[in-house]
């Protein structure tokens, strides 16, 4: 079964082709050289870009696959969370297309792509991976940070939804932030520190840089310390790491940017280890799943790995870095579980995008 997939939520103009569960490619255009100057995406100015590159990119996506429009058989889009005016230019492509190529649609939420992502082949087939369930899912991006319980889903297949959203697997939220996603505190302390968007990359780099000689230069708070909390909270620690540094003269600041960098990385990566922790002790699953923009990092990625083998589980991470942040691969991959159990949307023209869209 041949899949289009698009994925529009934020600044990425993204297009897929897969194969069932195997992707022929994966396009990504990315918009940060015009948010950067912003310190952030600007709603406005991404929702032209995809405008304008929705097309190309989807073109581009058929062509590196050798795969006609008229070979699809199902469409599949984000339809939430992310920004709205985002969303819409993907949503109203895929219904365009489907409706003018008689395709069937699937409608994808786009944390649950973000953790199906895991399950992903490439052309020739691997990683072959055998994923235990129930697993335990860490996402984390710049729009969220979610502790996820992963169970298959039992119940009976069903009728084709109106809105065509319903889980392939049953998702438990059990822990999520309050406030700030663990990505937005990074880019946040970024654009503090002069260091443009997104932020993460960049932190990342410093973070390792040579000159890091004390990573925990500021005292930041050590949040939501009541082990019976699995949830996350960093807007404290922006808000302190905002304060403490807000009257540094520019010259400090520059001298200190990457013990700075290193700072608000550690205590990020502290509290997601922490909760996580928990979480994995509480809910005691058979494996760990993990995905989003953060997990890009490869300091995060060392220690999940770390603390995996501490708990003794399996632990699965995008097997490529371009998996962990946004693309439509992970939404492909997501509609051909849906497409298995029949989960199309049943009134093209009644599909709308849903920015807040719970798991
Ligand atoms: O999943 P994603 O592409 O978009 C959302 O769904 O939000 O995640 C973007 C976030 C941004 O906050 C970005 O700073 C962060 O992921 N990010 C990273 C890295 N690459 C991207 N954070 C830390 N280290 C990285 N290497
Ligand atoms: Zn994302």
Known sequence: MKILAIETSCDDTCAAVLDDDKILSNVISSQTDLHSKWGGVVP???KRAHQERIMPVIETALNRARVKIESIEVIAVTIGPGLAIALGVGVNKAKELALKYKKKLIAVNHIEGHMLVNLAK????NPKREIQFPSLALTVSGGHTKI???KRNKSPLHPPLTRGVKSVFDYEVVGETLDDAAGEALDKAAKLLGLGYPGGPVI????????VNNKSLLNLPKSLQDKNVLDYSFSGLKTSFYYQIKDWPKEKVSKNLANLAATIQEAVFEQLLRKYKLAIEKYKPKSLLCGGGVMANLTLR???RKLAKEVNLPIW???KKELNTDNAAMIGVAAYYKAKRREFVKEIEKLDRDPRAAL
Do not use: W
Not at 122 to 125: E, H, V
Not at 204 to 211: A, F, G
């Open 302 to 304: 060392k220690r999940i």
């Open 122 to 125: 490439n052309k020739n087939g």
């Open 44 to 46: 406005d100015i991404a």
């Open 317 to 319: 991470l995008p097997f």
């Open 204 to 211: 990342e780099r410093l973070s390792e840089s040579n000159s």
């Open 148 to 150: 996820v319980l992963v």
